[in-house]
């Protein structure tokens, strides 16, 4: 278990940080870059959870929030593997599987059961917790892409859960729109909006 005892160390304050093994690394590293924006996507994912609280009298709200949490210590499990350098994960370190990502499919085609298939694009936008999870959906896509840069040095079944992620954020804000009674805000090409 982790025990954090004091957050300012001042160790990065020459802009250097250290991965979990103690390796030294400059803040701009490619491998510092895939786990802070699976932070970021983290802290995205929590706004959602918090605006759940605000919202919370439409059906399956805490189905919703379930879903949500599980995935939030998912990312901190990611996260962590992506502070490791290549080999260098801890014996006693638990790292997601394929498992994990099947479990995101399965969710998403339980909630596409409930759904009509697109006609169009999706505007982000709709309740709070809809337009943020618009926004984790982008950031969990960036932090698939700066995985993909290090693919080498990054298990596959890190990025195939980033990228199934990103789609449950999608297919999460459609069901979350409908059990709420909302409309979709569709895209209307340029040459057929007034």
């Known amino acids: 278990m982790v025990r954090i005892t004091k957050v300012h160390t001042g160790g990065g304050d020459g802009g250097e940080t250290s991965l979990v093994d ?6 701009e590293h490619p491998r510092v870059a895939i786990y802070g924006t699976i932070d970021e996507a983290n802290a995205a994912i929590g706004v959602v ?3 759940f609280n605000r919202e919370a009298s439409w059906p399956a709200s805490m189905e919703a929030d379930e879903m949500l949490l599980r995935i939030q210590q998912e990312l901190f499990d990611v996260g962590a593997e992506c502070a490791c ?5 801890p ?5 997601i599987g394929t ?3 099947e479990r995101l499919v399965a969710e998403m085609n339980s909630m596409l059961e409930d ?3 697109l006609s169009s694009f999706i505007l982000p936008t709709g309740s709070p917790s809809v ?12 932090a698939e892409r700066e995985a993909c840069a290090m693919r ?4 596959p079944e890190v990025i195939s859960y980033l990228n199934r992620l990103s789609d449950h954020c999608f297919v999460l804000g459609r069901w979350i729109t409908a059990k709420m009674g909302d409309e979709e805000s569709l895209w209307t090409p340029l040459g057929k909006r007034d």
Do not use: C, Y
């Open 131 to 142: 337009a943020h999870l618009h926004i984790a959906r982008t950031v969990v896509r960036r």
């Open 22 to 27: 103690g390796t030294r690394v400059g803040k």
């Open 115 to 117: 759904l009509e298939p």
């Open 91 to 95: 014996e006693q370190m638990s790292i």
């Open 85 to 89: 350098p290549p080999g260098g994960i």
């Open 99 to 101: 498992e994990e990502g």
């Open 49 to 51: 959870r918090m605006e």
């Open 152 to 155: 080498d040095e990054v298990r």
